[in-house]
């Protein structure tokens, strides 16, 4: 079943708002890792998260692993049109080294 | 450096023929992924393999899908006897090992009529 929850599905903005998808497992995670894929593209990595409670930036971008390993989130500051896309999260679940997906959240952006 | 290559592109069967996908990972990455997306939907793994081997299959349908990843070649995912509910985009992925970030390839865009 489905090891890695990610909600909201969706999301709506409008430009310049913030946005915020969170990434949560009921097993302790070695790391995560987010995707993004924009419309009729595929998954690009972005980044992978290995440290309990850490948080890397990326210019507008933050992500964060929680203390307990469970949880994960990804920020973006005053978004802009092309944040569009669905954000995925992945993470290896603990002693297993598989990766599962997150259903994902789309992002839309209204300019 | 060549990414994930996936081909076709684009496929279209009629039920009940034979769908066969194919994917040739990154250069250096031993580790191949197998994901189907529907429409306006998150990934759905399917399988992982490693040369020659298929690590973890628990996503694959019991009956009509099959993967290999040999020797020498690229990786296929055959679907036998292909239903409409087979229509979607299925993505490969590869990485260097285990855990680690995984790079797509473009996918193949399955139609069945």
């Known amino acids: 079943g489905q090891q890695v929850m990610q909600i909201p599905q969706y999301q709506h903005v409008q430009e310049g708002e913030d946005f915020t998808t969170y990434c949560n497992s009921s097993?302790?995670?070695?790391?995560i890792q987010w995707y993004k894929q924009r419309p009729g593209g595929h998954p690009v990595f972005l980044i992978q998260?290995?440290?309990?409670?850490e948080v890397k930036k990326q210019k507008r971008l933050t992500f964060q692993f929680g203390e307990a390993k469970k949880n994960s989130s990804l920020h973006i500051t005053a978004t802009q049109t092309t944040d569009v896309g669905t954000y995925f999260c992945?993470?290896?679940?603990?002693?297993?080294?598989?990766?599962?997906f997150g259903a994902g959240t789309r992002l839309t952006v209204k300019p | 450096n060549a990414g994930v290559m996936q081909n076709p592109r684009h496929l279209v069967r009629r039920r009940g023929q034979e769908a066969r996908l194919r994917c040739s990972p990154m250069?250096?990455?031993?580790?191949v992924y197998w994901y189907r997306q529907l429409p306006e939907e998150g990934l759905k793994f399917m399988v992982y393999?490693?040369?020659?081997?298929?690590?973890?299959e628990s996503g694959m349908p019991k009956e009509r899908f099959s993967a290999e990843f040999p020797k020498e070649g690229p990786s296929i995912l055959r679907i036998q006897q292909v239903v409409r509910g087979d229509s979607a985009a299925y993505f490969c992925?590869?990485?260097?090992?285990?855990?680690?970030?995984?790079?797509f390839g473009p996918g193949t865009r399955l139609t069945v009529t």
């Open positions: 992925a590869s990485s260097r090992d285990r855990g680690l970030e995984q790079y």
């Open positions: 097993t302790t995670l070695s790391n």
């Open positions: 998260l290995v440290k309990s409670g």
């Open positions: 992945a993470g290896e679940v603990h002693n297993n080294n598989d990766m599962r």
């Open positions: 250069k250096g990455h031993s580790h």
């Open positions: 393999l490693q040369k020659e081997n298929i690590i973890d």
